[in-house]
């Protein structure tokens, strides 16, 4: 059982994690702002002026050590705002070779995530996740990226931060806003007789219960809140 079942266990997860990466990258692709960026690079090598430094960087690629070389990439992706992490070596391949990289080798997203638990980040207990936007990014361009990837970029980070949180009432707000609302409109006329409470339920709400389950609502709203409030300023003192 153990090493044969421990290593079909670490080749599925392998494969797991590669086709994760794939489908994200395949996200990546599928961006506006990838394909906008991949049109502007092929644009900017076609001009006289980058064709021209690009014979400077041939020779420096010989005479520089690789440091000083890719410091030099990194000022050039700076100067026309490619991102250097994704595109130095796409550089270097074209300085080298003259080789022109296919859509689908270019990869670049108008946001970065960051998880502030890394960083010397002012309020990262209240903000955990952080957002690098590229000058060039539109709204449109924003609002795909959350859309897109939401689910592999950002939610993780939230959700382990939100561990943080577990008993407090913003993290066990219903989801079901409108029954929150109804069983908090409940407990704010709490001290009306349970039938005028019923009625402006049925009004409001078009819900009609009875005064048995609307006590009911009453002394677990209650419960809840005594439990909440007094756990968490406990924990505070």
Known sequence: MGKEKRDKITKTSIEDRIAKTEEVTQKIFATNYNARVYSYFLDLIKTPEFLS?????????VSENPMQFRATLMTLCNTFGLDPYKWIDILDEYVKSGRVP????NYTLPVATFDTEKMEFLDRDTF???????PFASQRDIVEYVKKFHADHILPIQKRSLAKYENTPMRNRSKDSSTRDRNDFIYENRELPRK??????????????????????????KKKRENKWARIFSELV
């Open 102 to 105: 296919t859509a689908e080798e």
């Open 196 to 221: 005028e409470i019923a009625t402006s339920v049925a009004k409001k709400f078009k819900e009609y219960l009875d005064v048995g389950h609307i006590g009911k609502i009453i002394s677990e709203e």
């Open 128 to 134: 955990p996740v952080m957002l690098a936007i590229s």
């Open 53 to 61: 430094y690009t014979k400077k960087l041939k020779k420096l690629r």
